[in-house]
């Protein structure tokens, strides 16, 4: 009978378990879409002119949402990565995967859409973990430093940690939020 119940308890443990990851993978999915947002709205081709129409609005709206998704996939990053290990065969997938995307984006773009791509672009797609991959690089460097930043975690108190989030917060969202201001 125990052993029934301990047998009925590890599955509702794993499906909470699957629950919270099936509402992280829809978190990620809406995040993904609002990246896609956002970077319709920087390259769609909206005139740099002052006239503010409706639709000009509504996708600047919208397409603000893709700074907000960056930070989410950040955060999601960030809960899965607390409980791993650091393991090298993780970043060569990594970085098979991001070589593999920036060469299929080229070739579509080059071959599918017919577009003429500059060199320095190509030079670029071909070495992907460049400033035109900000986030491909700035999630290798969390990768990489997410074991330091876990034993960090484990040797503070809760108002160390408040500290450290609220100096970083204003450091980089807080100042340059402020100094932005002043070019408006």
């Not at 990053?77 to 990594?94: A, D, E, H, N, P």
């Not at 070495?127 to 991959?133: E, R």
Request: hydrophobic share 50%; charged share 15%.
């Amino acid at each position: 009978m125990k052993n029934i119940i301990e047998e009925v308890s590890c599955s509702n443990e794993q499906s909470q378990n699957t629950m919270r990851s099936s509402n992280i993978e829809l978190l990620r999915i809406i995040a993904m879409f609002m990246v896609v947002l956002g970077h319709y709205y920087v390259k769609g081709g909206f005139p740099d002119d002052s006239l503010m129409t409706t639709s000009k609005l509504v996708m600047q709206f919208l397409g603000s949402w893709s700074k907000i998704a960056v930070d989410i996939f950040v955060i999601i990053s960030g809960y899965f990565l607390v409980t791993q290990k650091f393991r090298w065969k993780k970043i060569c997938k990594f970085f098979g995967c991001t070589y593999f995307w920036s060469l299929a984006t080229l070739c579509f773009v080059l071959f599918v859409l017919n577009q003429n791509v500059e060199k320095s672009l190509i030079m670029k797609a071909v070495n992907p973990i460049t400033p035109l991959n900000w986030f491909a690089r700035a999630y290798l460097v969390l990768y990489i430093a997410f074991p330091l930043i876990n034993k960090m975690i484990e040797r503070i108190n809760k108002t160390q940690l408040g500290v450290i989030i609220a100096i970083f917060t204003t450091a980089f969202y807080v100042i340059p939020s402020i100094r932005g201001l002043d070019d408006v």
